[in-house]
């Protein structure tokens, strides 16, 4: 006999931007195929935002949010965590015990146009390191 436990979750998914401009509501109903695969009932399934990424991750500088609140029987999270690990539009995530969902994650999910997304074709500019050709600094003589 298994006990049966059910538990509300947070998962904050980071999306690959080649398949986001795919399309968007289509990548998002792949991404909650996972959790439901896997018997999670989602309560809430939303973009977060789009932005640049501190690091590259898989070749890429920016990425989509997706922030999904989800719930599901505690048994059934590491399978998961390892479909999201291996889906290819799924860059990254992370899932975590939610004690209750926020009020705002109910609320409509504002208009997004794909199109609009940032191309990703050049990594970011290094950050410029001090010349050796500077210019010395004049040391000023010290009276004794």
């Not at 500088?61 to 505690?74: P, Q």
Request: glycine share 4%.
């Amino acid at each position: 006999m298994t006990l049966q436990r059910t538990r509300t979750y947070e998962c904050m998914c980071l999306l690959d931007n080649r398949e986001v401009r795919k399309g968007w509501q289509p990548l998002k109903d792949v991404v909650a195929g996972i959790f439901t695969k896997h018997g999670a009932k989602i309560l809430s399934s939303r973009r977060w935002d789009e932005r640049r990424l501190a690091y590259t991750v898989k070749g890429q500088h920016r990425g989509t949010y997706l922030l999904v609140y989800f719930a599901c029987d505690t048994q059934a999270v590491a399978a998961i965590r390892r479909d999201l690990q291996f889906n290819e539009a799924v860059m990254r995530n992370l899932l975590v015990d939610c004690a209750e969902v926020p009020q705002g994650a109910y609320e409509p999910e504002a208009a997004f146009d794909i199109n609009a997304i940032p191309a990703d074709d050049a990594p970011p500019a290094p950050v410029a390191a001090a010349s050796a050709e500077a210019e010395p600094v004049a040391e000023t003589p010290t009276e004794a």
